[in-house]
């Protein structure tokens, strides 16, 4: 619950650490993580109101900006959870990166550097803790504490 993320070798008889984050990149539990198809690049959330892109190296894991990716969820409500994010997600063509805000919102976000943001989409009244993309990239499924479930037709793969 320190924040940190560590990558395992599992390919031994005996799993070893392969890497771990430096200390401090997250003050709080990390969540959620997904990995682009290359396993090149790592994309963190959690309990703080951050997202996080990574390199993956042998034996390394380094920060791929200098800066957070600009979630800023803050909780939507007084009597709500902290801010945080329940997902993130790397559409399968690696291009668009979606998070599931506690703070009831939807950020797209560029999967490459230096990750711009994309678009922020409003509809639940609960926070989102799920969502996928299709696999042909067209559609992004949320789901929230609001007992709904979107779905999103966004930014169409070329």
């Known amino acids: 619950e320190n924040g940190e993320v560590l990558a395992w070798d599992l390919a031994m008889l005996r799993p070893r650490l392969w890497a771990r984050t430096p200390p401090g990149v997250f003050s709080s539990p990390c969540t959620d993580l997904d990995v682009n198809r290359d396993g090149t690049v790592l994309f963190a959330g959690g309990v703080e109101a951050k997202a996080r892109a990574f390199a993956l190296g042998e034996g390394d894991i380094r920060p791929r900006a200098d800066v957070a990716l ?45 990750f711009k943001p994309l678009a922020v989409l409003k509809y639940h009244d609960g926070a989102v803790n799920a969502l996928a993309w299709s696999p042909d990239c067209t559609l992004l499924a949320t789901g929230s504490k609001d007992t709904k479930v979107a779905v999103w037709r966004v930014f169409p793969p070329r």
């Open 70 to 114: 600009p979630v800023a969820c803050a909780a939507a409500h007084e009597m709500d959870q902290k801010p945080g994010l329940g997902q993130v997600a790397l559409r399968p063509d690696g291009r668009i990166l979606g998070t599931a805000g506690w703070d009831y919102r939807v950020r797209l976000f560029s999967a490459k550097a230096p």
